[in-house]
Every structure is written in C-alpha cells, then in structure tokens.
C-alpha cells in the first residue's frame, strides 16, 4: 500500500506542478499582451500629440501670411492713394516742370508699379498635410479656401494668369485623394 500512496502523490503532485505551470504562463501571456496594448496605446497617443503641433504650426504660418499680407495691402493702399492724388494734378495740368523735377514720384508715375506678394507656403503646407488635419479643423477649410482660392483667384485672373483653382484643399488629384475629399465633404454637409 505505501507503493501504491506514493505514485498517487506523486502523480498528484506533478499534476499541481502543470496546474501551477499552466495558469503561470497564462499570465505571463496575459501581462505581456497587456504591455503590448499599452505600448500601442502611447505611441498612437504620442503621434497625435505631433500631428497636432504640426497642424497648429501650419495654421500659424497661414495667419502670419495674412498678417503680412494685409499690412503690404494696407501699404499699397496708401501708396497709390498719393499717387491717385499726384495723378489727379498731372491730368488737371497743375503739375509744373519744377515738380516733376523736385517730386521723384512724378517721375516715375506712370513707369512704376506696386505689386502684392501672395505667400501661400502656409496654404501648401495645410494642403500637404491635410491627411492628418483631426476633424475639429474642418469648419476652417472653406474659409481657408475662400481666402486662398477665391479672393487669390480674383487678383489672378485680372492679371490673366490662370485658374489658380486647381490648388484647392478638396479637390481631388488622385485616388488617394478621392477619400479625403469624400471624407471632407462629409464633414461640411454635417456642419
């Protein structure tokens, strides 16, 4: 009989040993496919973060463009405002020899011309990352486009140099754009 008691402890014992082996190596499993998860979970988490101070860069770019953009607006608006006057005077015959002589602009009035700089880097660059542009900025896009498309293409096409409409945000290049713009669209018919 203690022949018999020790093969049945043994055998209870080894069966213990599997038990413990089995539900300790579960947890391991469990334990690292948790670690995994939160890896994953971070690192997502991390590379929103960067999109996020990537977008708000851009934007920025865009208003210090348009903060430039209306002060040499606001410049030329002045400039030719004198040179109206000064143009006024020459049409009316008061403009003497000594003031085309003495009066710099008179001289060049007619040569001379003052142009605005359109700066759309910051445009390009929303354009190039609209991919990652989260959903919240969505509302700014027409606005965005109506200033970088319509108002710009106004300007444009009285110079006659195109349809600059083809760099809209929404519009479709490829089919990797054709979600983007279906996606886009969507969007605005919610708002």
Request: charged share 25%.
């Amino acid at each position: 009989m203690s022949f018999k008691l020790k093969i049945e402890r043994r055998t209870a014992l080894n069966y213990r040993r599997a038990v413990k082996y089995v539900l300790y190596s579960t947890g391991e499993v469990f334990l690292i496919f948790l670690g995994i998860l939160i890896a994953i979970y971070f690192n997502g988490r991390s590379e929103t973060i960067r999109n996020e101070e990537k977008i708000k860069k851009i934007f920025a770019e865009i208003q210090n463009n348009l903060a430039k953009e209306i002060e040499e607006t606001t410049n030329i608006i002045a400039w030719y405002a004198e040179n109206d006057s000064l143009t006024t005077l020459v049409i009316n015959d008061k403009a003497t020899a000594q003031d085309y002589i003495s009066n710099e602009k008179l001289q060049f009035l007619i040569t001379h011309a003052e142009v605005i700089t359109f700066r759309r880097n910051g445009y390009t660059l929303l354009q190039r990352n609209y991919n990652i542009l989260p959903d919240r900025y969505y509302s700014l896009l027409p606005k965005i486009d109506s200033i970088y498309i319509a108002d710009y293409s106004r300007c444009i096409l009285r110079k006659g140099q195109g349809d600059p409409t083809k760099t809209r945000i929404h519009q479709t290049k490829n089919n990797q754009n054709e979600t983007k713009t279906l996606r886009r669209t969507e969007v605005k018919t919610i708002t």
